[in-house]
C-alpha cells in the first residue's frame, strides 16, 4: 500500500490459489472499484489489510462502513510468507498476496478484526446522514444571515435562532410581507429549505435514539452519553477486537521472581556534594553576578508553582555583593 495507490490481490481460502489482483488510486471512486470487484468473485470474503494505518486508514474506514469484515496483519508476518513466493524482490503485487497468504496461516480468528454487522451498520449509516444534513444546514444557515442581513439590519436574534420553530416562522412572515426583490427571495427559498433539513434531522435522531436502545440500552445509563454519544461509539467500536482472541482465552503468565542486584562499589551511589550558595561563591572568585542566581529561580518556581509569582519573588530577592578589587 502506498499513499496515491492500494493493491488487491484475492485467494482463495481453501486452496490458497491467486485469483487476480487490481491496483487502484486512493479516494472514493478508487475504493468503490475495490469493493465491486471481489463481489463478482464470490459472496463470502474477508479483507486482511497490512498494519500501516496511517497509509490503510482511510481504505479501512471506507470498508467498515461498506458491511465488510477487516483483518489486521502485521508487517512482521508478512516477510515469511514473501520469502515462500516464487517471485523475488518487493512490489505492491507481490506484497498483496503475501497479505492474504500470512492472514490464512495465522488464522482468520486468531487476528484483529473489525465489524458492523445488523443494528450496527444501521446506526452507522443513519448517523452518518444526520452529520451531512447538519452540515448542509450549517452552511445554508451561514448564506440566510446574510441575505437577512441586508434588509432588516436592526433585527435582533439570538445564535441558532432559524433552527427555532418561533424564530423562523417569524422570519418568514416579515419576509412574506416585504417587497420580493431576489434577495427576499432567495431568503425564502433558503429558510423553506432550513426547516425542512430541521425536520429531517429531528426525526433521523429519534429512529438513533431508538435503535441505541436496542442494541445497547445499558450505554445509554452510563452518565454523559445521549442517544447520539452512543450512537457515535457504537458505529466507530462495535465490534472491533484490539487483543486476538487467541491471546485473550490464555490464562495469565506467573510473576516472576526477582534476583537481587549486586552493586559493586564502582556503581554504587555517590554522596552529592553540600549545596553552596551562588553569590558567595561569585562574590569569592572575583566574577560579577547583577541577576539572582539560577538555583533561586528553581527554588521560587517550585515553592509558588506561578510564573509571575516566582519572577515577582526573584525581583524582591538581594542582589549579590560586588566584589572587592585593589590597585596596585
Known amino acids: 500500500m502506498h499513499k496515491q495507490s492500494h493493491t488487491v490481490a484475492a485467494i482463495a481460502a481453501a486452496t490458497g490459489e491467486l485469483l487476480g489482483d487490481k491496483t487502484v488510486r486512493v479516494g472514493d471512486d478508487g475504493f468503490l472499484a475495490l469493493l465491486d470487484w471481489p463481489r463478482s468473485l464470490g459472496e463470502d470474503r474477508i479483507w486482511a489489510l497490512q498494519d500501516c494505518r496511517h497509509v490503510s486508514g482511510s481504505f479501512e474506514r471506507f470498508l467498515i462502513g461498506s458491511g465488510e469484515r477487516v483483518l489486521r496483519v502485521a508487517t512482521k508476518l508478512i516477510s515469511d510468507a514473501r520469502r515462500?513466493?516464487?517471485d523475488r524482490g518487493k512490489s505492491d503485487r507481490i506484497d498483496a498476496p503475501a497479505v492474504a497468504t500470512a492472514a490464512l496461516r495465522e488464522g482468520i480468528d486468531a487476528l484483529r478484526s473489525a465489524q458492523l454487522p445488523g443494528v450496527?451498520?444501521?446506526?452507522?449509516?443513519?448517523?452518518?446522514?444526520r452529520e451531512r444534513l447538519i452540515r448542509s444546514r450549517v452552511a445554508l444557515n451561514k448564506d440566510l444571515l446574510w441575505h437577512l442581513?441586508?434588509?432588516?439590519?436592526?433585527l435582533k436574534r439570538p445564535a441558532s435562532a432559524l433552527v427555532l420553530k418561533k424564530w423562523s416562522s417569524r422570519i418568514a412572515?416579515?419576509?412574506?410581507r416585504a417587497e420580493q426583490t431576489a434577495r427576499v427571495r432567495i431568503a425564502r427559498d433558503e429558510l423553506r429549505r432550513l426547516r425542512e433539513l430541521t425536520a429531517a434531522a429531528r426525526e433521523l435522531e429519534a429512529e438513533i435514539a431508538e435503535l441505541v436502545a436496542q442494541a445497547a440500552p445499558l450505554l445509554l445509563s452510563e452518565p454523559g452519553f445521549g442517544p447520539l454519544t452512543a450512537a457515535k461509539l457504537l458505529g466507530e467500536i462495535a465490534t472491533a477486537s484490539s487483543t486476538p482472541p487467541s491471546t485473550a482465552s490464555r490464562s495469565p503468565a506467573p510473576a516472576a521472581t526477582q534476583k537481587p542486584r549486586t552493586t559493586w562499589p564502582a556503581n554504587a551511589p555517590k554522596a552529592r556534594p553540600a549545596w553552596k550558595p551562588r553569590a558567595a561563591s561569585s562574590a569569592a572568585s572575583g566574577t560579577c553576578c547583577s541577576r539572582p542566581p539560577r538555583c533561586w529561580k528553581r527554588r521560587a518556581q517550585?515553592?509558588?508553582l506561578d510564573i509571575p509569582a516566582a519572577k515577582a519573588a526573584l525581583r524582591q530577592?538581594?542582589?549579590?555583593?560586588?566584589?572587592?578589587?585593589?590597585?596596585?
Open 84 to 86: 515462500a513466493g516464487r
Open 317 to 328: 530577592a538581594p542582589p549579590a555583593a560586588a566584589p572587592t578589587t585593589r590597585r596596585r
Open 149 to 154: 442581513h441586508d434588509p432588516w439590519s436592526e
Open 302 to 304: 517550585r515553592r509558588f
Open 173 to 176: 412572515r416579515r419576509s412574506a
Open 120 to 129: 450496527e451498520l444501521d446506526i452507522r449509516l443513519l448517523v452518518d446522514h
